[in-house]
């Protein structure tokens, strides 16, 4: 009687331990699964309208994300992923429309010891402003605000709005061509367009000026001061110009690794587009626009033709029934988010430059050949991916739907921001590999007691 009864108990200590066995089997393949279903982690959500994120320079511990239309500034805490109730800043007084409001946020090279921060917004003029951090690390001083530059808005679009330091310490700033249609509307320089007018207009260029130095002492609304080695100081142009010709650049980026600029400029109606200026340029390059939309002549309004010296893109990509200069281009959209060239951890990642299409909330990633910008012609790219049908972009919670931007952390790790409010994270290689090994540990476990 009790050797049955022990039996019996052996018996079904063993089949519990067999389920357990089968149960904890299952859990593993389904994390193997996971990992090879998805890598974009929901790091934030419910946010309104982001459409940046940033880090201070050598903070591992945060990011900042602005959000376009309530104006405030919100830090991520990265240890636990944890919005902070407290925004940063927060800015009043913005311009709303869809492409309006605030756009740009850059921390300056010696953040650490000034606590100087920039940003960009719409009021609706553009505004350039300088802030610092109080003695909360989290917190800014609104009382700090200082005006750095401005310039007037025709219309509601077109406002560009990305501003970055570059490998030089020099601070960047990106302004659309003012909106409205071929850059030929009211406020838009007649027979020309505001993208290829160099006097007195910033409208479709990028600027490059030192935010540490005032060469307009007795102007309160201008404070900083003119790089000598600009390429129009000293020739017809407006100093602060870096390039010229974007139509309305959404998102640029600096390779941290070589210092090269990557800028993704919004087409029309035909052509999106992806230029890239190399480290080693003096700067001055015209991207074409008015009379250019990505390497083809501008098809609409009667202004296309040549812009001799105009340097195409990298790769232009149409929309739906458009041809652009590489009729092969197997990407298609209406309204490019440029990306950053990936320098994480992946390092089947390194290299690869990231960008997306905001209507279809496709992300691509390609590899620019290095070759001399003079012979661009939408075709100086290899190894293009489309992330749209990649498992390492389906995120784990929620859906990409509308990207508003990519971001970079201090460590390089990439994310993608969705203007509809989430964040999402292409985590470090090894996130989920720890979980599986967590589970192999509790399978070798179970055994062990079975065999007790």
Same mark, same amino acid.
């Given at each position: 009687?009790?050797?049955?009864? #022990?039996?019996r108990?052996?018996t079904?200590s063993?089949v519990g @331990?067999?389920?357990?066995?089968?149960?904890?089997?299952?859990l593993?393949?389904?994390?193997?699964?996971a990992?090879?279903g998805?890598?974009?982690v929901?790091?934030a959500?419910?946010?309104?309208?982001?459409v940046?994120?940033?880090?201070?320079?050598?903070d591992a511990?945060?990011?900042?994300i602005?959000e376009?239309?309530? &104006?405030? =500034?919100r830090?991520l805490?990265l240890?636990d992923?944890?919005?902070l109730p407290t925004?940063?800043?927060?800015?009043?007084g913005?311009?709303?429309?869809?492409e309006?409001g605030?756009?740009?946020?850059?921390? /300056?090279?010696?953040?650490?010891?000034?606590?100087f921060?920039y940003v960009?917004?719409?009021?609706?003029?553009?505004?350039?402003?300088r802030?610092?951090v109080?003695? /909360?690390?989290?917190?800014?001083?609104p009382?700090?605000e200082?005006?750095v530059?401005?310039?007037?808005?025709p219309q509601?679009?077109h406002?560009?709005?990305w501003?970055?330091f570059?490998p030089?310490d020099?601070?960047?700033?990106?302004?659309?061509?003012g909106?409205g249609a071929?850059?030929?509307?009211v406020?838009?320089?007649?027979?020309? +367009?505001?993208a290829?007018?160099?006097t007195?207009n910033?409208?479709?260029?990028i600027?490059?000026?030192d935010?540490? +130095?005032d060469d307009f002492p007795?102007?309160a609304?201008?404070?900083?001061?003119i790089?000598?080695?600009n390429?129009?100081v000293?020739?017809?142009g407006?100093?602060? =110009?870096w390039?010229?010709? $974007?139509?309305n650049p959404w998102?640029?980026?600096f390779?941290r690794a070589?210092?090269d600029?990557?800028? +993704?400029?919004?087409g029309?109606?035909h052509?999106?587009e992806? /230029?890239?200026?190399?480290?080693?340029?003096?700067?001055?390059e015209d991207y074409?626009w008015r $009379?250019r939309e !990505? &390497?083809?002549?501008?098809p609409?309004?009667?202004?296309g033709?040549?812009a001799?010296?105009?340097?195409?893109p990298?790769l232009d990509?149409?929309?739906?029934?458009?041809?652009?200069?590489?009729p #092969?281009t197997?990407?298609?959209g209406?309204a490019?988010t440029?990306g950053y060239v990936y320098?994480g951890?992946?390092?089947?990642l390194?290299?690869?430059?990231?960008?997306?299409d905001?209507?279809t909330?496709?992300v691509?990633s390609l590899?620019?050949d290095?070759?001399?910008? @003079? &012979?661009?012609?939408g075709t100086?790219?290899?190894?293009? =991916?489309d992330h749209?049908?990649?498992?390492?972009f389906?995120?784990?919670v !929620?859906v990409?739907d $509308?990207?508003s931007s990519?971001?970079?952390?201090?460590q390089?790790n990439?994310?993608?921001?969705d $203007?509809r409010?989430?964040?999402?994270?292409?985590?470090?290689?090894?996130?989920?590999?720890?979980?599986? #090994?967590?589970l192999a540990?509790?399978l070798?476990?179970?055994?062990r007691?079975?065999?007790?």
């Amino acid at each position: 009687m009790h050797e049955t009864q #022990g039996a019996r108990c052996v018996t079904a200590s063993y089949v519990g @331990a067999r389920r357990s066995l089968v149960a904890l089997a299952a859990l593993t393949l389904a994390f193997a699964n996971a990992a090879a279903g998805f890598a974009l982690v929901r790091v934030a959500s419910g946010l309104s309208r982001p459409v940046y994120l940033t880090a201070p320079p050598g903070d591992a511990e945060r990011v900042f994300i602005l959000e376009q239309h309530t &104006g405030r =500034i919100r830090i991520l805490r990265l240890s636990d992923r944890a919005l902070l109730p407290t925004p940063f800043l927060t800015l009043a007084g913005l311009a709303t429309a869809n492409e309006q409001g605030l756009l740009g946020l850059a921390f /300056d090279p010696d953040y650490a010891t000034n606590g100087f921060f920039y940003v960009y917004l719409t009021d609706p003029d553009t505004r350039l402003l300088r802030f610092q951090v109080s003695s /909360d690390p989290d917190v800014a001083d609104p009382s700090s605000e200082t005006p750095v530059l401005s310039a007037l808005q025709p219309q509601l679009n077109h406002n560009g709005g990305w501003i970055a330091f570059g490998p030089d310490d020099m601070l960047y700033v990106a302004l659309g061509d003012g909106g409205g249609a071929d850059d030929n509307d009211v406020g838009h320089t007649a027979g020309t +367009g505001n993208a290829q007018d160099l006097t007195d207009n910033w409208l479709g260029k990028i600027l490059r000026i030192d935010p540490r +130095g005032d060469d307009f002492p007795a102007d309160a609304e201008r404070n900083y001061a003119i790089p000598p080695d600009n390429p129009f100081v000293g020739a017809v142009g407006d100093d602060e =110009i870096w390039v010229y010709g $974007l139509r309305n650049p959404w998102r640029a980026s600096f390779d941290r690794a070589t210092g090269d600029l990557y800028i +993704g400029d919004v087409g029309q109606n035909h052509c999106e587009e992806i /230029d890239v200026q190399p480290a080693s340029s003096p700067g001055g390059e015209d991207y074409g626009w008015r $009379l250019r939309e !990505g &390497g083809i002549a501008t098809p609409t309004g009667g202004v296309g033709g040549s812009a001799p010296g105009a340097i195409d893109p990298i790769l232009d990509y149409p929309h739906a029934d458009a041809t652009c200069s590489d009729p #092969g281009t197997p990407v298609a959209g209406i309204a490019v988010t440029g990306g950053y060239v990936y320098r994480g951890p992946i390092q089947e990642l390194v290299g690869r430059y990231f960008f997306a299409d905001y209507a279809t909330a496709r992300v691509y990633s390609l590899v620019w050949d290095g070759s001399d910008p @003079a &012979g661009f012609d939408g075709t100086h790219y290899g190894d293009l =991916i489309d992330h749209g049908s990649d498992p390492r972009f389906t995120p784990d919670v !929620g859906v990409v739907d $509308l990207v508003s931007s990519f971001g970079e952390d201090d460590q390089g790790n990439l994310y993608v921001v969705d $203007l509809r409010g989430d964040v999402f994270l292409l985590p470090e290689p090894g996130t989920t590999s720890l979980r599986v #090994g967590a589970l192999a540990a509790l399978l070798a476990l179970n055994e062990r007691r079975r065999r007790r």
